[in-house]
């Protein structure tokens, strides 16, 4: 069964500083990996994600993340965090293209003056 | 483009009544859309696949007949908290994953539905 662990509940950079939140996964075979973003009482909009090929993918705003299959790691990171990136982040997996998605328990991103 | 609305964004009801929450997608049809409860600070979880034509798929612990899902379009899919209680209070998500095309891969979420019962 696929699981995602998200290291964090909440995570404080200061504007500016790198922005690096972690997520590991559990899964049986090659997984399909996703970022989302939810600000407050909103829906969850998708950052970026990884099916296959280039283990290092880009995404909106920014943010980018690398998927290390050695590691079950797909964490997500930003060079210069930006107020406006204070939100919540779920990590989360699939195990096909058909199969539902499995989320982590999310990180809140606060960002310091 | 993938755009997924939700209606209505908020709702307060009493405790007994029944509420019908709505999900479409507005630029793309959706063979097959999940619903979501989300309690505060809390994650995301799924509470059932739905699929146009057919009967919807619900998760371990979710009682279909108080949470009915119908999938009547290829662009809408409706949730009724039937007999909602306090307890069902939360943020009700919706999302579409597209039927055809390069996005059938990525689920697309609408902006949510917070349901207070009093």
């Known amino acids: 069964a696929q699981s995602v662990t998200q290291l964090g509940s909440h995570v404080s950079v200061s504007e500016g500083a790198l922005v690096l939140l972690r997520c590991n996964y559990s899964?049986?075979?090659?997984?399909?990996l996703f970022w989302y973003v939810q600000y407050p009482n909103q829906g969850l909009q998708l950052l970026l994600k990884y099916t296959t090929g280039a283990t290092l993918v880009k995404g909106i705003n920014g943010f980018e993340a690398e998927f290390k299959k050695s590691e079950t790691s797909f964490h997500l990171t930003k060079p210069s965090a930006h107020m406006s990136d204070a939100a919540e982040y779920f990590c989360?997996?699939?195990?096909?293209?058909?199969?539902?998605?499995?989320f982590g328990k999310g990180t809140r991103l606060h960002i310091l003056p | 483009g993938a755009v997924v609305s939700q209606h209505p964004s908020r709702v307060i009801c009493k405790s007994g009544t029944s509420v019908k929450i709505e999900c479409r997608s507005l630029d793309f049809q959706a063979t097959t859309m999940f619903w979501y409860r989300q309690f505060p600070k809390q994650s995301l979880m799924l509470m059932a696949t739905?699929?146009?034509?057919?009967?919807?798929?619900?998760e371990q612990g979710v009682e279909k007949d108080k949470f009915l899902i119908n999938h009547a379009s290829l662009t809408l899919s409706t949730l009724t908290v039937t007999s909602a209680h306090p307890e069902d209070s939360s943020f009700y998500i919706c999302?579409?994953?597209?039927?055809?095309?390069?996005?059938?891969?990525?689920?697309?979420f609408g902006p949510g539905t917070r349901l207070t019962v009093l």
């Open positions: 899964s049986s075979v090659p997984p399909y």
């Open positions: 999302s579409a994953r597209e039927s055809a095309g390069e996005r059938t891969d990525t689920q697309y």
């Open positions: 739905s699929n146009e034509g057919s009967k919807a798929t619900y």
């Open positions: 989360a997996v699939r195990k096909n293209r058909d199969d539902k998605i499995i």
